[in-house]
């Protein structure tokens, strides 16, 4: 097997930037309270931060109101349609029992609801 060697470096950007996240993020989370009541939607990780590169996951979290539901993670994947989403989803229940830990991460977020 021929091998080529080249100098050249290929440079890759994210494919949304921040804004484009917090924009796209809003408008599915109206379609998304439809589905289940929402509580909480909280942008965090390198988004939020700003230091993200092309590699990087979008994390976001999301409580929401009442039991926990089997389906709201593939729910939040399924709505929202961004690419690389890493959803962190829980119920109310959930998130109180998680609360400091969740804190924590989330931090140096970005509210959105």
Known sequence: M???SSSSVKVFYPKFSKEEIIQRIKE???ELA??????????????????YTVASDIDLLVVYK?????????????????????PHVYSEAE???LKSTIQKMTQ????IL
């Open 95 to 97: 998130y109180k029992a």
């Open 34 to 51: 439809q589905k289940m009541p929402l509580k909480k939607v909280i942008l965090f990780g390198s988004y939020a931060k700003g230091n």
């Open 66 to 86: 009442g039991r926990k539901r089997k389906d709201a993670f593939a729910l939040c994947k399924k709505i929202l349609k961004i690419p690389s989403l890493e």
């Open 28 to 30: 599915g989370i109206e």
């Open 2 to 4: 021929q091998h080529k």
């Open 108 to 111: 140096d977020g970005i509210v």
